[in-house]
């Protein structure tokens, strides 16, 4: 089993939409976990942490559920310039010599 | 804007050459990491270092090899070059403690091996 699992869609919705991705992972133990933005043919970049009570950062939302394992990321009022994949992104452990592992990613197309 | 660069971007070369990658970063952090990512797929952990001297393999068997004899420094190494080798491979850092995880990539190295 992988320690990281997102949907990889694609995600196709209209400019304006509401869209939501999930991920879960497997080690309950993980202590960090963050949305990473990966452009097509470019680098990863870091788009939100995610913190246990939820944060929100304009038109990003991100949900931590411990229990469930599970982290989701909300995006409304989408722009042409959210399309990308979006990766999941969790830390195995709070040590300093904690692994970071990545999921595939979703890919999300916005059209006009 | 993250500090940390790799040379060359692109490279086309013959099997069987020898190619080292290199990757710098001047944000002193401590771990450096390689993926290797073909396009549309995912990333893969090929080799990691938590520090100068530190080196580990990563969840893909790789054929190259790296070293950390400077903090800021991480090259990755192939001997000998296979057209199985064409991919983009991307160095990343991040800080060693916990608060530090956010991880940092560089562009990337594409490489084709011809």
């Known amino acids: 089993r992988k320690e990281v699992e997102q949907d990889p869609g694609p995600f196709n919705v209209p400019e304006g939409a509401t869209v939501a991705f999930n991920c879960t992972y497997s080690n309950s133990a993980s202590q960090s976990f963050f949305w990473y933005r990966q452009d097509c043919r470019k680098e990863p970049k870091l788009l939100m942490s995610v913190y246990s009570s939820g944060n929100e950062d304009g038109r990003f939302t991100a949900q931590l559920n411990r229990a469930s394992q599970y982290i989701s990321l909300l995006i409304r009022d989408s722009k042409l310039s959210d399309s990308a994949t979006y990766l999941c992104?969790?830390?195995?452990?709070?040590?300093?010599?904690?692994?970071?592992?990545f999921g595939r990613g979703t890919q999300l197309t916005v059209w006009p | 804007e993250a500090d940390i660069y790799q040379t060359p971007r692109y490279l086309v070369i013959g099997t069987g050459k020898k190619i080292t990658l290199e990757c710098s970063q001047t944000m002193g952090h401590d771990k450096m990491y390689w993926y290797q990512q073909d396009p549309g797929m995912e990333l893969h952990l090929i080799h990691y270092s938590y520090g100068v001297n530190s080196t580990e393999k990563g969840d893909l068997s790789s054929e190259s090899t790296v070293s950390r004899i400077r903090t800021e420094h991480f090259p990755l190494t192939l001997e000998s070059a296979r057209p199985s080798h064409t991919s983009q491979y991307l160095c990343a850092s991040s800080e060693l403690g916990t608060s530090g995880n956010t991880i940092y990539f560089g562009e990337g190295s594409w490489l084709t091996v011809v």
């Open positions: 992104v969790v830390n195995d452990r709070g040590s300093t010599l904690g692994r970071l592992y």
